[in-house]
């Protein structure tokens, strides 16, 4: 080897296909997910015989591969029975009121009238044209949907269907009201986290596909996979294997090193720190608080809120709480505690996704 061979030259690049590096890239093959893919098309087979299919909810840690593998199963429905079925997918988190959520159902089945029109004259509309066919439905994110009854009048007014509800709340099911969960009756279907050598398969994929040949050596390569495995979160090892190939490449290397990879996890931390910043200071006080006090009832939290001179009213800090939960840095989880009835218990959640850095 060449003296000066190891350094990129100005036009060259290690990315030979950067897209793959992407969250929302589709791979053909879903690795080490096929019973789920299995069990996910066992309920929606039914509606290929004319009858109505299974409900499904679906849980599990971010990046555990449930929004691509479910895409993945309604693309190859689409491709084989598009003509019977209708594949329909809503992400609750982009389209989180039910008027945004069936709108968006009416413009995937080409129903274009949605002005002016109230929710039910467009879950009506929707109908008809869903009526003549049978429908899947996945609601991702569907814990991030303000109210879930629209769920109860979907169910209602669309005869053959399968719903498929995602989400990173194990709890969700007791969460709905109900009049839904009578009707909805749905399965349940958890994804659990990678192995260490699933985690290294996937990433070895997406290595393969994004580089050029030799970037990445198997040292690297396991230190991106065991950060990764050990976060749970597919999405840590794209970003790793993204962020140190451009250190690399800015330094004119042709190789990815471990002080690039070492480089890249602190930088996570300071996105975490950065992150916290974008929140106002009342906001950041909260969180803090909850930090502190975490387990407890949002009632108990807002005493000592309240003891701690805070003067918001119960409401104002309610809807701070729950924009925080949004955020995913805390959850809200309702727990049944004998003569208390319900309560809703507050916990500072470390596991913040990343991409919302
Ligand atoms: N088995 C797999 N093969 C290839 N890529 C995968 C696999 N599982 C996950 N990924 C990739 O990891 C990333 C996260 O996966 P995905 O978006 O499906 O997670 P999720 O479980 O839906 O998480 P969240 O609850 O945060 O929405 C995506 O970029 C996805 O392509
Ligand atoms: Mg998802």
Known sequence: ??????????DETLFKNPVALEFSFQPKLIKYREEKQHYIASCIKPLLQERDGR??????KPGVGKTVCLKHVLGELEEEYSEEIFCIYVNCWKKDSPFKMVSEICEQVGYKWVHNKRIDELIKAAATIINKKSA????????????????????EEIYKKS?????????FLSKLDQRVKSRLMPNTLKFEPYSLIQTSGILKQRVEWAFYEEVFNEEILELISKKTFENEDIRLGLFLLKESAEMAEGFAKRKVELDHVNQSLEKINEFKTKDLNYLDKKKQYLLELVKKNNG??????????????????????????KDLESKKLLQLKEEFRGSFGRVTIVEYDTNKKINEF
């Open 55 to 60: 409900n499904l909810i679906i849980t599990g």
């Open 1 to 10: 080897m060449g003296l000066f061979s190891d350094i990129l030259k100005s």
């Open 296 to 321: 407890k009832t949002i009632n108990e939290i807002f005493k000592i809120y309240q003891d701690e001179g805070g003067s918001q009213t119960y409401r104002t800090f309610h809807r701070k709480v």
């Open 136 to 155: 899947v439905f996945v609601f991702d994110e569907i814990d991030k949907l303000q109210d879930h009854l629209v769920i109860y009048n979907l169910l």
């Open 163 to 171: 719903l498929i509800l995602i989400t990173n709340d194990d709890g």
